[in-house]
């Protein structure tokens, strides 16, 4: 057995009939999940290897199958396995959207591989036009020196640089000359960037395009060349860049690198949009433990699951033993929340902070009271006692957009009565089934509590029902 299979033998006897809300079950669950972060994965044979990367892939070109017969030649070789991941410096700060290629870039550093972290000093002055509307400024070398200045500190939670290299991609790409540069051009057919959906969109909006866009993927692919890459990591928004990079690869006589395109995380504000700075959605991996975990405990629940899956070492078995427990009801979407800004938090600043942040969070929140919440909504039960616990949010509250909507609401454990008393509640999660129900049917089902005051949760909206 392996050893990431003896820990997930470890972590599915926690998770076996535990109250996850409990912090003696959260710091069990973070103390075994965080160890893997440092976890020997070089045990695992080349094809467990490969898929244990698939499992997080968009995009895995041309094959898994394909990845573990390169990583099982260098070994035969004797020759490092080499893996790049790449970064332009356009802002001085790296945020969570950015770390799930550099995860697993960690787990090839893990399986005893080479990483070659690539900070693109010369291509930022391009700027990569991938899902641009328009170009972007050019920056400055004092631009660039600046966002650089912080780079290597934000990542180095998940990649160990005394084991991995850190280089400048100006060191081979201010060397290359005219004839070279216009030696492989001529080997690329346009037709690799006129497929680009973003350049046909720019060029039929009449935005600008210029030449340095358009060849902007050719010069990255030197990068691949110069460091005979073997395996690329990137966003998958990045796909094309990286096919042109085994093209290149392939014009320049050399064994074409294996492509892994990954998610892009969804922001904080779950409205569909990529986590960004610009959209203010993100979690920045130098922010304070108290900041990483407030925020993370803000996202609705249905991003709960897709953030387990890219941001932390959880593996499919144990994410399905926790979905199936939220759909039985035994266990609450804000204690799985809590698990994973718990792991996000230790990744980034250790245990102690995990554990002193989920207790911070615990005291300013836990306790707070509705009943000093200024303007809530009131539903009188008199007036409203007939009324579908559905038409009620959805036209009277005006708290969702259609009763299906509400239903959604529902389906994510969103939908909640809350009793209230001396400042303690106690929820009382309502099923699809309630939204059909009339409000009288379901406040009888709930009961009361003598001087409890009685309130409606519908995802962050509260309003106070009037008994």
């Known amino acids: 057995m392996s050893r990431l299979s003896e820990s997930v033998t470890r972590v599915m006897h926690i998770l076996d009939g535990a109250d996850l809300g409990a912090d003696y079950t959260a710091a069990q669950l973070l103390s075994e999940t965080t160890a893997r972060r440092s976890l020997d994965l070089s045990d695992l044979s080349p094809e467990e290897q490969a898929a244990l990367v698939e499992g997080r ?4 070109i041309p094959s898994a199958a394909v990845l573990a017969e390169k990583i099982e030649a ?16 356009t802002s001085p700060d790296v945020h969570l959207g950015h770390a799930v290629p550099i995860i ?8 005893g591989h080479h990483v070659v972290f690539i900070i693109g000093d010369v291509t930022a002055k391009i700027g990569d036009p991938s899902g641009r509307s328009s170009d972007r ?42 004839p070279e540069l216009v030696g492989v051009l001529a080997r690329v057919p346009v037709s690799m960037s006129l497929q ?41 928004d990045q796909l094309l860049n990286l096919q042109m990079c085994r093209k290149v690869m392939e014009i320049s006589e050399q064994d074409p690198e294996v492509v892994i395109t990954t998610p892009l995380i969804e922001g904080t504000d779950g409205t569909g949009t990529k986590m960004s700075k610009s959209k203010g959605n993100y979690v920045g991996l130098t922010a304070s433990p108290d900041d990483v975990y407030g925020r993370l405990m803000s996202i609705p629940d249905h991003l709960t699951e897709p953030y387990l899956q890219l941001l932390t070492e959880w593996t499919d078995d144990e994410i399905r033993v926790v979905t199936k427990r939220l759909e039985e009801g035994t266990a609450h979407p804000m204690a799985i929340k809590r698990i994973l800004a718990g792991e996000v938090v230790a990744a980034l600043h250790g245990l102690d902070a995990a554990a002193a942040a989920r207790a911070e969070f615990t005291a300013r929140f836990s306790k707070r009271s509705f009943a000093d919440t200024q303007n809530l909504p009131v539903i009188s039960l008199k007036d409203h006692a007939e009324d579908s616990l559905g038409a009620l949010i959805s036209r009277t509250l005006d708290f969702a957009p259609s009763i299906s909507a509400v239903r959604r609401v529902a389906q994510q454990k969103g939908l909640r009565l809350i009793l209230e008393a001396d400042g303690e509640q106690a929820p009382t999660p309502l099923t699809e089934a309630s ?23 519908v995802g962050r909206k509260v309003a106070r029902i009037d008994v």
């Open 57 to 60: 892939a968009n995009h895995l």
């Open 74 to 89: 260098a070994q035969a070789a004797g020759r490092p396995f080499v893996v790049k991941y790449g970064i332009d410096p």
């Open 104 to 111: 697993i870039a960690s787990r090839f550093q893990r399986m």
């Open 137 to 178: 400024p050019p920056l400055t070398d004092e631009d660039i020196a600046r966002n650089l200045s912080g780079y290597q500190q934000q990542v180095t939670p998940f990649i160990d640089f005394e084991r991995a290299d850190l280089r400048f991609n100006g060191e081979w790409l201010n060397k290359v000359t005219l």
């Open 196 to 236: 680009r959906e973003d350049f046909r969109t720019r060029l039929a909006d009449g935005h600008g395009l210029s030449v340095a866009e358009f060849v902007y993927s050719v010069v990255m692919a030197w990068d691949s060349v110069a460091i005979d890459a073997d395996v690329e990591l990137g966003g998958v």
């Open 435 to 457: 939204v059909q129900q009339t409000l009288g049917e379901v406040v009888s089902e709930v009961g009361a509590l003598e001087g409890a005051e009685l309130y409606l949760k």
